[in-house]
């Protein structure tokens, strides 16, 4: 599971936030990276709804499932080029991490909303 979080799911993720924060690509290739990491969202979520992964059938599937949609919304928007639509995501792609995190790191995200 680190594995998944460290070498795939946070990169794509930070790689993601960062465009967003610039405004916009400039060329193809920006536009490319920003497709690579929302696949890999996409994709590392099916890892983590793979059968010995899933934790359980409730909480970790709609976490991983929320997952998935981000990186697939965000696979669309960098294909159209939409930087708006792209933008419109740092949100559900932030809460698609934190709940998760709430639930599964608490030493991370303490549920009293008080760091340790």
């Not at 981000?70 to 709940?99: F, H, I, M, N």
Request: hydrophobic residues 45%.
């Amino acid at each position: 599971m680190k594995q998944l979080m460290v070498d795939l799911i946070h990169p794509a993720s930070n790689d993601i936030l960062l465009f967003i924060n610039r405004g916009s690509a400039t060329d193809e290739k920006e536009w490319a990276a920003v497709r690579r990491s929302a696949v890999t969202l996409a994709e590392s979520a099916n890892l983590l709804m793979a059968p010995g992964r899933a934790r359980d059938q409730g909480d970790w599937m709609k976490d991983a499932q929320m997952l998935s949609g981000v990186g697939a919304a965000a696979y669309k928007a960098a294909q159209a080029r939409d930087a708006k639509a792209l933008a419109a995501l740092a949100e559900p792609l932030d809460a698609s991490c934190t709940t998760c995190h709430k639930q599964y790191r608490p030493n991370v995200f303490p549920r009293d909303g008080v760091s340790k």
